[in-house]
């Protein structure tokens, strides 16, 4: 039996067609089952996944991202009843090999929101209590408004790089791509003690060995000797090529996933370029929710700074914020879109 509230209808914005803006639908009530939560969503990342949501036409609400209230539980999970709660893309098993290696987007059974279930562009979300993260107790207050929805996916995502990355004290990161998930990579990765390092909009422009040479001189001048781990976070081909020839010289590459930030390219001529030179690369195509109180702690400290990362849309605009997305605009901050 669910223990609180499930609401007589539930709304969510979904496109009729594809690319179309989503319009609100009315759907029915989810039975709630085990640890499944209801969460009255509060606010939701619209963003370059989303996009890539409507582009597939999967006829689900889009959103992958979101911040909100429980309202109503499966039976195991009455203890979430009332919480405010992170909602990020993914529910995996949590049993089988893939998920005990935390390797989430291996698990057969995963499930993405706006793929395989309606997302967070709702009224209401359903997730599982074993993915999600409170904001309450040692988190409370952390992040008391919308900005907080960029906590369940840009802000973790960029927590697992770092993390996978195993990065500490005294190291060098060398950050590739001019996006808010680069700028939470580098605050993240300083808070580990780490040196950081971009490769200048001019430096990105030079042909191979000038950016080489370049990017080496000047950190080298500020004393950075290396070996130095460079991470691309745009998802784009053509970035993550000068990545892989900055990574040549020194050794490490992380790379965000493009199903993680919704860009689609052909990375094959940059892997068989890799592949040629015994170039060793980590992908991250998702954030791993267990480290998503590590990243509000972050923010507890006032070491990741979330809310100027943000632009707050109301749902009522979302029409003109689709349009402005597609055409470009809003890419200094994430666009997290208030339903209510
Ligand atoms: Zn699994």
Redesign the pocket.
């Known amino acids: 039996m669910p223990v609180g509230t499930v609401p007589s209808r539930i709304l969510t914005w979904v496109a009729s067609s594809d690319s179309a803006t989503p319009k609100c639908h009315e759907r029915i009530p989810p039975e709630l089952h085990g640890d499944e939560l209801l969460v009255e969503v509060e606010a939701s990342v619209f963003a370059g996944p989303e996009l890539h949501c409507l582009d597939l036409a999967t006829g689900r609400a889009p959103g992958g991202a979101a911040v909100g209230l429980v309202v109503a539980t499966g039976d195991a999970a009455g203890d979430y009843l009332g919480r405010r709660v992170l909602v990020g893309p993914l529910s995996?098993?949590?049993?089988?090999d893939?998920?005990l290696r935390g390797r989430?987007m291996s698990?057969?059974?995963?499930s993405l929101l706006g793929i395989d279930a309606d997302g967070t562009l709702a009224s209401h979300v359903v997730t599982r209590r074993r993915w999600t993260c409170a904001l309450d107790g040692p988190l409370l207050g952390v992040a008391p408004g919308p900005e907080a929805a960029i906590l369940a996916r840009e802000a973790t995502l960029a927590y697992t790089m770092v993390a996978k990355a195993g990065v500490g004290p005294s190291e060098t990161t060398l950050w590739l791509g001019e996006g808010v998930l680069s700028s939470l990579g580098r605050e993240i990765a300083a808070s580990k003690g780490a040196s950081i390092a971009c490769a200048t909009a001019e430096e990105m422009a030079l042909p191979d060995e000038e950016l080489v040479a370049s990017v080496k001189a000047r950190l080298r001048s500020a004393g950075n000797m290396g070996p130095w781990k460079v991470f691309e976070t745009s998802g784009r081909d053509a970035a993550r090529a000068r990545a892989l020839t900055l990574a040549l010289q020194w050794g490490q590459l992380f790379l965000v996933a493009g199903s993680a930030v919704g860009t689609v390219d052909d990375f094959q001529a940059s892997l068989a370029f890799a592949l040629d030179q015994e170039l060793s690369f980590i992908s991250v195509a998702a954030p791993m929710p267990d480290l998503s109180p590590e990243t509000c702690a972050l923010v507890a400290r006032g070491e990741l700074d979330i809310a100027s990362k943000v632009r707050c849309h109301p749902v009522e605009a979302l029409e003109t914020l689709h349009v402005e997305l597609r055409a470009g605009r809003h890419r200094d901050k994430l666009a997290v879109v208030t339903m209510r």
């Open positions: 995996a098993c949590g049993e089988c893939s998920c989430l698990c057969a059974s995963k």
